[in-house]
């Protein structure tokens, strides 16, 4: 038996794009050969076969993707929308064929790309265990004798001979990963499963394919959800516009991937007075967000004390400026707003022209896990906004392992401070006594 | 987990170029799902109806009065030493089955598209076993068929012997149109709409309302190129004592077997792409 679960070598997947629908009409393609007909007949001399125009409508969405995976090993797949992720997972599901490079597979594989694969909304849930068991490729014995067990992971009993397009998108995505859990497949492929269904079934979820991975199965496993994959893979690649940017343990890959994916944002400076943002009153010459401590570019967890930091340029003598900021959570709440009313120097007095900096200091356990947005209000004599920007920084806190307390869905709420909290028993239940009640 | 029990094994993937291998024998292990999805097509075509299997007998049944009262009795179209009734129901027994079976297989593909575009299984099952789904309605006709039979009756002879052969070209005709229907339907949604009007002419270069002894002389064996003239016969000939169709139906079958390797070699190559047009 050899070690290595799955061997890919320069995987490249070519799609057609363009035209609006990829399928044609029939009307569609006698147009197309006509035009192309005519556009050979007034360029007869272009001998080159080789047309630009098929050129630009083809986009590699996979490219040279070189992957070895080791038995019983559980591999994170991360990247932007759009950067290849579905297409490798595809791709090795062999549902989709490679356009160049090979991959081999050894072992049986189970797939479960995105939710309710294989479905028929008019046939019950039992009548469905065992059609998509079939077309999952589970023998039928195995079924049957797993039966029971799907259907209480799934949490479904009671609608278990009820058509299923009664039944909600959660409960759809349930049993679609239930079937998929109990395949019991040497190789198991997940992508995004846990963007549908509550907390606890995505625990549960978590929790099988941890299962799945501690018993020498080799996982696969697509996910926005960061934390998850962390958790669950010990290696992970990233994906960057369908090439392979960095395979390597899970944390590292992550933190280079989030620290790329924002760093373009949370650092802005405009050397030039002339080009900077603002107007005759004030000039903006630089905003960033950075950790109280260590380098500037380490990421912010929901741990980390950081600061948010502007220098700006007083373009006429006297001005009593103050900074505003709107701290926005990504559902476009407003956090908090703050304004500089602790500042003891310069607050309320009339500023001389030059360069000033404000730096405001955000404590740790303030913010909620997430991208956050700040706009950026300079107000005048505490009542005129003279320039707003939004989305001048935008930045991430990253939710940290040791809080998560086995929860891995992301705490609710816009901000998650770290409460004093006791619990005291205060009476004891005599168990002979109220046995006999 | 009896992982170990059965030798791993290993499968590439790669690029495919031109003509593509059949891969016969991985049907043969997915042979669970061929009986799941015919299973499946039987089952919600019976659920999705009010009328549930009560169809299979409706539709030939009806068409055999319309075309008794219209062709048999107003128009007067011969039907041999049998009467008109069981005369055109024969033929439409089998052609029901056909009429059905290419419409389900020409657009299984594109109604299991969401399946398509997220599991592997061999393409080939998803038309074969629309076709098979048809198979059930056509069992019931039949037995309405030798009822009817009975009323009037007629004894078959021991042509009777040949009928099922005549079912497995049928349905092989089926699948071989199925096949060519649904790999394009994939790819020209209009196929779609083209397939009821298909099947509409397809009915009256059959004869179904006529017998194929209309066709004048020269023509009577090139007409067996529509293989559904050569089942027609063949059904008429082994239920009804009619004239053995001869070179008719061997020129059915020929046609039939080129139309069926064609198609599964259209359908092999076209496979690969399904999953990126859906
Ligand atoms: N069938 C298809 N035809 C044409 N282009 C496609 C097809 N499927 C995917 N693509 C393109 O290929 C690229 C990669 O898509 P893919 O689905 O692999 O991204 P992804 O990493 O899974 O993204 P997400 O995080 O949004 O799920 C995208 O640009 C997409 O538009
Ligand atoms: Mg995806």
Redesign the interface.
């Known amino acids: 038996?050899?070690d290595v679960a799955v061997r890919a070598v320069r995987l490249g997947k070519l799609?057609r794009v363009g035209e609006r629908q990829?399928?044609?009409?029939?009307?569609d393609?006698i147009t197309a050969s006509a035009r192309a007909r005519l556009r050979r007949l007034g360029r007869p001399s272009n001998g080159s076969a080789h047309d630009p125009s098929t050129e630009a409508k083809s986009m590699w969405a996979l490219r040279d993707v070189s992957l070895e995976l080791r038995e019983g090993e559980a591999l994170g797949i991360i990247g932007r929308n759009g950067s290849g992720k579905s297409t490798l997972l595809?791709?090795?599901?062999?549902?989709?064929?490679?356009?160049?490079?090979?991959?081999?597979?050894?072992?049986?594989?189970g797939?479960l790309?995105?939710v309710?694969?294989?479905f028929?909304p008019?046939?019950t849930g039992r009548?469905n265990i065992?059609?998509n068991g079939?077309?999952?490729?589970m023998?039928?014995a195995d079924i049957q004798r797993k039966f029971d067990e799907i259907v209480s992971f799934a949490g479904i009993e009671r609608y278990i001979d009820t058509p299923v397009k009664r039944y909600s998108t959660g409960m759809h995505a349930r049993l679609a990963f239930a079937v998929a859990a109990h395949l019991?497949p040497?190789i198991l492929i997940v992508d995004e499963v846990l963007a549908v269904g509550d907390a606890e079934f995505q625990k549960r979820c978590m929790g099988k394919m941890g299962d799945a991975a501690r018993?020498?199965r080799t996982v696969l496993f697509v996910s926005h959800n960061m934390a998850a994959i962390e958790s669950l893979c010990s290696r992970t690649i990233w994906l960057e516009g369908g090439r392979c940017a960095a395979d390597g343990t899970s944390s590292e890959v992550i933190s280079r991937y989030l620290a790329t994916c924002l760093s373009v944002l949370s650092d802005h400076v405009w050397p030039e007075p002339e080009l900077a943002p603002g107007n005759d009153r004030v000039r903006i010459r630089r905003a960033r967000v950075r950790p109280e401590q260590g380098e500037p570019e380490d990421q912010i967890s929901v741990a980390t004390p950081f600061v948010i930091e502007f220098e700006y340029w007083n373009m006429r003598e006297g001005a009593r400026l103050n900074l505003s900021l709107h701290v926005y959570n990504e559902h476009g709440v407003i956090v908090f707003n703050a304004i500089p009313t602790e500042e003891l120097v310069w607050h309320g007095r009339p500023f001389p022209r030059g360069l000033f900096r404000d730096t405001c200091h955000v404590p740790a356990n303030l913010l909620n896990e997430g991208v956050h947005r700040i706009e950026l209000l300079v107000v005048a004599d505490s009542c005129h906004v003279i320039h707003r920007m939004e989305d001048i920084l935008v930045f991430e806190v990253r939710d940290i392992d040791d809080s998560r307390d086995g929860w891995y869905e992301r705490r609710v709420g816009a901000v998650r401070p770290r409460l004093a909290w006791e619990t005291e028993h205060l009476v004891a239940i005599d168990s002979t006594a109220s046995g006999d009640a | 987990m009896g992982r170990t029990t059965s030798a791993r094994h290993t499968t590439t993937v790669q690029p495919s170029s031109g003509w593509v291998a059949m891969r016969f024998g991985e049907l043969w292990d997915y042979r669970e799902l061929f009986y799941f999805l015919t299973w499946r097509d039987i089952k919600v075509r019976y659920k999705q109806t009010a009328l549930g299997a009560a169809w299979a007998v409706l539709q030939p049944v009806l068409t055999m009065i319309v075309f008794s009262v219209f062709f048999g009795k107003l128009a007067g179209i011969p039907s041999g030493d049998v009467p008109y009734p069981v005369f055109a129901f024969a033929a439409l027994v089998p052609w029901t089955f056909f009429a059905s079976a290419i419409a389900l297989a020409g657009n299984s593909l594109v109604e299991q598209e969401r399946i398509l575009a997220k599991v592997y299984f061999p393409r080939l099952i998803v038309p074969t076993a629309a076709v098979l789904a048809s198979l059930v309605d056509f069992g019931i006709a039949f037995v309405v068929l030798l009822g009817l039979m009975l009323v009037y009756g007629i004894v078959p002879s021991a042509a009777l012997l040949v009928l099922p052969f005549l079912v497995l070209l049928a349905a092989a005709t089926a699948l071989a149109v199925g096949l060519w229907l649904s790999a394009l339907n994939v790819k020209y949604r209009d196929i779609r709409y083209a397939i009821p009007f298909a099947v509409q002419l397809w009915l009256f270069i059959s004869p179904v309302a006529y017998p194929s002894s209309l066709v004048p002389e020269p023509w009577d064996a090139v007409y067996g190129i529509n293989p559904m003239a050569g089942v027609i016969d063949g059904f008429r000939w082994a239920l009804l004592g009619a004239e053995p169709p001869g070179a008719t139906l061997a020129i059915s079958v020929l046609v039939t077997g080129g139309l069926l390797a064609g198609g599964l070699l259209y359908f092999r190559r076209m496979e690969r792409s399904f999953a990126d047009i859906v």
């Open positions: 038996m050899t799609y990829p399928y044609n009409t029939i009307r393609v595809k791709i090795l599901s062999r549902i989709t064929e490679p356009t160049e490079g090979h991959a081999v597979i050894s072992g049986r594989v797939s790309l995105e309710g694969t294989g028929h008019e046939l009548e065992s059609l079939a077309i999952l490729g023998p039928r019991e040497d018993s020498g």
